[in-house]
């Protein structure tokens, strides 16, 4: 419970870059994900050199409850690694729930070796498709952020259903999270 606790989204970083063994442990996680009938329909893309995670970062979008000076790394803090998730069309079956389950675990692997992460919904697909490249019968899913964290995340409890994550005076993220008795609709 202590891994699920700490692995949190993390966005400022140290400039450090993941080594190829977790990049391969990230990969191998997303690999062998579960997935509806078995049918693997997810493809991924290391992007690793300096210059293209600078052209990536500029098209992601960080954070967007917080100001951008508080939720968008600076230029010392970025990821030092991201991976593109895209959903191969080509394949029959492609769904979200699988998407959301390799995302689950190649964070989750990346975190067993205290890499943090940010997975992004809000980014530029047509821009970064043409950065890539690839064949317009992948659709790109997600980008997924990586690198050393530069600040800690915790969890917080929450007030007034307000789900908005926030900085504490020491620019760590808290995450308020509804109480369990607001989820648990009952046990039968
Ligand atoms: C599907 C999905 C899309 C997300 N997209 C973004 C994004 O575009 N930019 C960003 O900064 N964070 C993004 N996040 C991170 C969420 O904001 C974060 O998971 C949420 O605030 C809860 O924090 P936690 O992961 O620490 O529990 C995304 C997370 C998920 C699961």
Redo the contacts with the bound molecule.
Sequence with gaps: MEFLRTR??Y?RFQQKAVPAAVVDDILEAARIASCGANRQTLKYLVVQSPEQVDKVNGL?????YLPPEQ?IPKAEERPTLFIAVFQDEALPGANDTDAGLA?GSMTAAAWSHGVGS??????DRPALCDLFGTAPSLRLH?MVAFGYPAHE?R?VEMHDGDVR?YLDDARD?C?P?RPLSEILLGRI
Excluded at 118 to 123: F, L, N
């Design positions: 949190r989204t966005r992601v979008h960080w954070a967007a939720g995302l940010c997975i992004m919904g809000a980014i997600s995340s969890v994550y993220y995450v999270k």
